[in-house]
């Protein structure tokens, strides 16, 4: 049982150029997040998954597109990155989105836009 | 809307002293509190949390927290402060089920614990 994983760990981009980072869980977890998490500001939402198919923005989804077309994947998208994006991406996931329903976090991935 | 202020970024405590992060939120409507633990290079990790019922939380590690409603508090404390307690932590407000039901994070504590 791995959890919660997380693809690439590292990456540096050019400005303007894409990529994609991948979630992955085996908890048969219906819901999953991405977040975003930068010195002095804590995490913030980017998009978070209520079910296969499925889609909504959270607090800071501009310049990012998700899709979760199997359950037990998230995929974070930057079509054009920017500077502004370099940061810590966490991917995380849950039974549930109620307050009794525990999210558990991959390790994260370091990118870096140059 | 929700939010969460930790106060002070980094905290200094000697091995065996007394650890205390304070966490202070802001809702409308009866939270529910977490409190994250992020060791280097890991991911978050849940330490404990306040759903409901008893106000005073045990987690793990030795790790506890109180709520109190009337200071909008959930700080969190360890009688005493282990060189593997050495980690960022995170305080964390949600509300409510379905879609409200989102974690707001603060800013992160770094706590270091002097031999």
């Known amino acids: 049982n791995a959890g919660v994983t997380q693809t690439p760990k590292f990456r540096v981009l050019k400005t303007g150029q894409s990529m994609t980072l991948l979630c992955a869980q085996d908890?048969?977890?219906?819901?999953m997040y991405w977040y975003r998490q930068d010195p002095g500001m804590g995490l913030r939402l980017i998009h978070y998954?209520?079910?296969?198919?499925?889609?909504a923005k959270g607090e800071v989804p501009d310049g990012y597109n998700v899709s979760r077309l199997k359950k037990q994947n998230f995929l974070l998208g930057l079509e054009s990155a920017a500077p502004s994006q370099t940061s810590v991406y966490f991917c995380?996931?849950?039974?549930?989105?109620?307050?009794?329903?525990?999210?558990?976090f991959g390790p994260g991935t370091r990118l870096t836009v140059l | 809307a929700q939010s969460v202020t930790q106060l002070g970024s980094h905290v200094s405590v000697s091995e065996g002293a007394l650890v205390l992060l304070r966490c202070n939120y802001s809702?409308?409507?009866?939270?529910?509190l977490f409190w994250y633990v992020q060791y280097p290079n890991q991911g978050l990790q849940l330490l404990l949390k306040?759903?409901?019922?008893?106000?005073l939380v045990k987690g793990i590690n030795g790790f506890e927290a109180e709520f109190k409603k009337s200071e909008t508090s959930f700080h969190l404390t360890k009688p005493s402060a282990h060189m593997s307690d050495a980690a960022e932590y995170f305080c964390a407000v949600t509300v409510g089920s379905g879609n409200t039901g989102k974690l707001i994070f603060g800013q992160g504590t770094t706590l270091q614990v002097k031999p």
């Open positions: 995380a996931s849950s039974r549930g989105i109620g307050p009794l329903d525990t999210q558990y």
């Open positions: 908890m048969n977890h219906e819901y």
């Open positions: 998954s209520v079910g296969e198919g499925t889609t």
């Open positions: 809702s409308s409507v009866p939270p529910y």
């Open positions: 306040y759903t409901t019922g008893a106000t």
